[in-house]
C-alpha cells in the first residue's frame, strides 16, 4: 500500500545523511506494510537512529540502461512493444532517464516523467546501431551511476539503475571496485535483466593470472553489493513490470553517518529486521547495500554537529 502525504513529509536530505534502500523478501515474494520501528540499521556493527523512513511514495530517478550490442538487440525490441504498459507501474511524480551502451554510454532520452517519451526512446534504442567493437558493461553502470549524482536532488529520492544486457563484456580498465564507489557515491541500487544462453561469465582457468584491467564484467556481484538483484530471463520483456515494481516497493531509510569518519574510508553497513518483526516473518530476508565510502565534506560536518552537541 502506497504512503500517504501526511506519512511522509517532505524530507531535505544533507551531506550527513546516509540513505539506505531496503527490499525484504520471503522466498520470492516482498513484504510489504511493515513500518520504521521494524528495522535495525547497523553501521560498522553500531546500530544508528532511523531519521527518515519512506516506502513506495518516495519518488524514483532510474536510469534504464540498455545494451545495444548485436546479441541483445533482439530483445530489446519485444521490451519496446510493451514498454507502455510496463510503465504504468511507475507514478507520475518517478522520473526515469534511457541510457544505450556498447563500446561507449550514450544518453537516449535524459530524466522524464513522460511515459511517451520513455517509450519512444526504448523505441530508439532497439534500433541503434553498436559503435565499435566489444561491450564496456563496468563502464556503462559507472556513466549511469555518475549521471544519477550529477542529478540528485535534495529532497528524498529513490535511486536505481536498471540494466538490460547479456553479461558479456570486458573491463577495459573500469574495475568493479570502481563502479561499486560510483553506485554507493550516488546511493543507487543496482538491477539487472540477464539476456542471452549464457549468463554468467566464463570462470577463469585454475591458476590463471588475472589481469584486473581486462576481466570478465558481470552484473551479479554488483547488484547485489547494492541490495539489488539479477535475474536470468529468456524473455525479459516480461520481466520488465515485475522489476519495475520491485525496485518501487522497497523500503528507505536514512541515518545520520557518525562522527570520527575518515574520509574515503569504506563502512559497512547491514539493515535487519526488529525482533518483533522477526517472529512476524521468520523466514524474511533483508536485501540492502553493504556499505558506502565517507566523503569529506561529509566527515567534516558529522564531526562538527558532534562537537558542537
Known amino acids: 500500500m502506497a504512503d500517504t502525504p501526511a506519512q511522509t513529509p517532505i524530507y531535505h536530505a544533507s551531506v550527513t ?24 540499521i547497523l553501521d560498522e556493527n553500531k546500530p544508528r537512529q532511523i531519521v527518515y523512513f519512506g516506502h513506495s511514495s518516495v519518488p524514483l530517478e532510474l536510469v534504464l540502461l540498455l545494451d545495444v550490442s548485436g546479441s541483445v538487440q533482439k530483445y530489446l525490441k519485444d521490451i519496446a512493444a510493451i514498454a507502455t504498459s510496463a510503465l504504468r507501474k511507475l507514478t507520475p511524480q518517478d522520473q526515469v532517464a534511457v541510457m544505450v551502451f556498447s563500446r561507449d554510454t ?17 523505441e530508439q534504442a532497439a534500433h541503434e546501431q553498436p559503435f565499435g567493437s566489444g561491450t564496456r558493461i563496468n563502464a556503462a553502470v559507472q556513466s549511469a551511476a ?16 536498471l540494466i538490460v544486457t547479456d553479461n558479456d563484456g570486458m573491463s ?27 549468463p554468467h561469465p566464463p570462470a577463469a582457468r585454475p591458476g590463471a593470472v588475472i589481469n584486473s584491467d581486462f576481466a570478465f564484467d558481470d552484473v551479479y556481484p554488483l547488484a547485489a553489493a547494492t541490495g539489488g538483484q539479477a535475474i536470468a530471463a529468456s524473455k525479459p520483456e ?16 536514512v541515518y545520520h553517518a557518525p562522527s570520527g569518519a575518515q574520509p574515503g574510508a569504506y563502512r559497512h553497513i547491514r539493515v535487519e529486521l526488529s525482533e518483533a518483526a522477526r517472529q512476524k516473518h ?7 547495500r553493504d556499505g558506502y565510502y565517507v566523503n569529506r565534506e561529509e566527515a567534516k560536518n558529522a564531526n562538527e554537529q558532534q562537537r558542537s552537541r
Open 172 to 198: 577495459y580498465g573500469v574495475r568493479h571496485d570502481d563502479v561499486l564507489r560510483d553506485l554507493y557515491t550516488a546511493d543507487a541500487l543496482l538491477d539487472a535483466i540477464v539476456v542471452g544462453r549464457h
Open 17 to 40: 545523511d546516509v540513505q539506505v534502500d531496503a527490499e525484504v523478501v520471503d522466498g520470492q515474494r516482498q513484504i510489504n506494510g511493515l513500518a520504521q520501528q521494524d528495522f535495525v
Open 238 to 253: 516480461r520481466k520488465l513490470a515485475e522489476v519495475l515494481e520491485r525496485i518501487r516497493d522497497r523500503y528507505s531509510l
Open 106 to 122: 550514450w544518453i537516449e532520452q535524459s530524466l522524464t516523467s513522460d511515459p511517451a517519451e520513455i517509450a519512444q526512446a526504448i
Open 146 to 161: 555518475k549521471f544519477l549524482e550529477r542529478n540528485r536532488q535534495a529532497t528524498m529520492q529513490r535511486r536505481a539503475i
Open 282 to 288: 521468520p523466514h524474511a530476508e533483508v536485501h540492502a
